[in-house]
Structures are given as C-alpha cells and as structure tokens.
C-alpha cells in the first residue's frame, strides 16, 4: 500500500471524486480498509453495490489528455475478454468516468476479493508452502490468458531491442512466440485460496513465457520458491523464454537504475549474468 497524492489539494479532490462516483454507480462506500495506489494515483475502498453484494471501488486519475490507451482501459477490456476468468479474475460490474479541472477520473466498481494477497510488497519476503494444486491452477489460469486474441500490447518490440543490450548486455533475442500476458504477476497480486490474479491494467501481448519470468523476477529473494516457479513453468531456462527472461530481467534492472527495487539488484544482476551466459 502507498500513501496518499503529497498535496492535500489533489487528496482532498481524489476523495471527493471517489464519493461522488460511489453515488453515481449506486455503491455504498465502507468504513475503513482505503488503499492508495503508487504516487497516490488511485484509490480504492471497500463498497456495496445496491443489492448489498461485497464490492471494491478504485479510482484512477490522470490529466484529461491521457484519460485513454492501454492502461487506461486496462479493466474494461479484461472484462470483455476475459469476463471472470473462470473465477479467478474479479469482475467489473460498472464503470463511471468524469472529468473536472483538467482532470480524468475512471471508476470501476468490481466484485471484492476478501481473501488477503500472498504478499504486501510485490518481491516475496518470505518461502511460501503453496499445495501443488494452487499451482496448477495458476499455470493453468496463465495458459487461458495466453491463448487470448487481443490487439494490446504489454511489450513492444522496440523496447525489448533497446533495453535487453543496453540493461542485461546481450543482443535482444529473437522472439519465436508471441502470447498474450496479464503482465504484472507479482505476488501481491496473488491470492491463495481461492487463487484470484488482480490487477489487469496493463495486460496485452508478450514474449512467450513472460508471465513466468515476471513472478520469478519477483520471487528472487526466496531460492526455494523460485525453483519452484522454474519447475512449474519450463518455458523458463529453455531457449523459447530467452527473450522472456532477458526482457523482464531488463525491466527491472532499469527500474533499479531509477531507484527502485533495489534489494532485488543483486539477484538480478546474478540473473543477466545467467542469461548471458546462454
């Protein structure tokens, strides 16, 4: 969880937009359980749609002349491409968009999820004991994603041509297989029983296996938990994944350059030498 926009200003408005869009979609806000977004971009509540079904209530804002692409529309066309997932995607049951001061506001009213996530922070800080059968169904649910037709891009390949030499030091691998990737799986994220994958703004095409190399990026700190994904996932370690690995492994060795995730640095580094070595 992040805190909230640094000016009252901006916070005073985020929450004023996020009561009046709960009266717009007929939701009632609980008490209690807000949770901001990183740099205080969304917000989000616990609610209950008229009916008194448990729901959640996120609003996001952007300048009004990025109030649109891929992030943008992330939920909506998840919802219309994937619906529920089987049960392990949380559906979207309405949308409410406004604009106000130079400002867009989107809020998406979704079924709750009230089983907590595997983790707090996206890079796992403990082994976790999860049965085979949650694996299964993860690799499963990621499988059905995979085989998604769609027209959004999580990856392009400018980037994996730019960044792969210039962050893990080998020439871009050839991608022999584009899939489509909810591409931010991370455990926090992950729920465990039931498993529900959250968070669908940015999904869209990738390298084969890029899921897989994602969750292992985050998993680092934990060996026995990573061997596990690597044995759960073979596309990681063979020849397909390269461009997989080595784009996501890029990914996050930027981000360190910017700062962030910096207790992963050393995994990661130890990771592009492994890749360069294949």
């Known amino acids: 969880m992040y805190s909230p926009p640094p000016d009252p200003d901006t916070e005073r408005s985020i929450r004023a937009h996020h009561a009046r869009a709960a009266k717009a979609l007929n ?5 209690g359980g807000e949770f901001w977004g990183w740099a205080g971009r969304t917000l989000g ?3 209950r ?4 079904t448990p729901a959640w209530l996120r609003l996001v804002s952007v300048p009004a002349d990025k109030a649109s692409g891929k992030l943008w529309d992330g939920a909506l066309d998840a919802q219309h491409a994937f619906g529920d997932l089987d049960g392990h995607r949380p ?5 409410h968009d406004a604009v106000d001061d130079g400002t867009a506001y989107r809020a998406e009213l979704s079924v709750r999820v009230d089983q907590p996530v595997l983790s707090d922070d996206p890079i ?4 976790l004991q999860l049965p085979d059968c949650w694996w299964q169904e993860l690799a499963g649910t990621l ?3 995979a085989v998604v037709d769609t027209d959004r891009v999580a990856v392009r390949q400018q980037y994996i041509d730019r960044a792969i030499p210039q962050f893990v030091g080998i020439p871009a691998p050839a ?7 909810h591409s931010d799986v991370h455990w926090a994220n992950l729920t465990a029983s039931p498993l529900r994958l959250l968070d669908w703004e940015g999904w869209g095409r990738a390298p084969e296996g890029f899921d897989a190399a994602t969750l292992y990026a985050y998993t680092l700190l934990q060996p026995d938990t990573a061997a596990r994904v690597r044995n759960v996932f073979p596309i990681l370690g063979s020849p397909p994944g390269l461009a997989a690995e080595a784009t996501v492994c890029a990914q996050l060795l930027q981000t360190v350059a910017r700062g962030d995730n910096l ?3 050393n995994q990661l580094r130890n990771w592009s030498k492994e890749l360069r070595r294949r």
Request: contains cysteine.
């Open 263 to 265: 207790v992963l640095e």
């Open 27 to 31: 939701a009632r806000v609980e008490p």
């Open 175 to 181: 991608v022999t297989c584009w899939t489509t990737a």
């Open 91 to 95: 559906a979207l049951l309405a949308v």
């Open 143 to 145: 499988e059905k994603v």
């Open 49 to 52: 749609t008229a009916d008194g």
């Open 124 to 127: 796992l800080q403990h082994d």
């Open 45 to 47: 509540a616990p609610a």
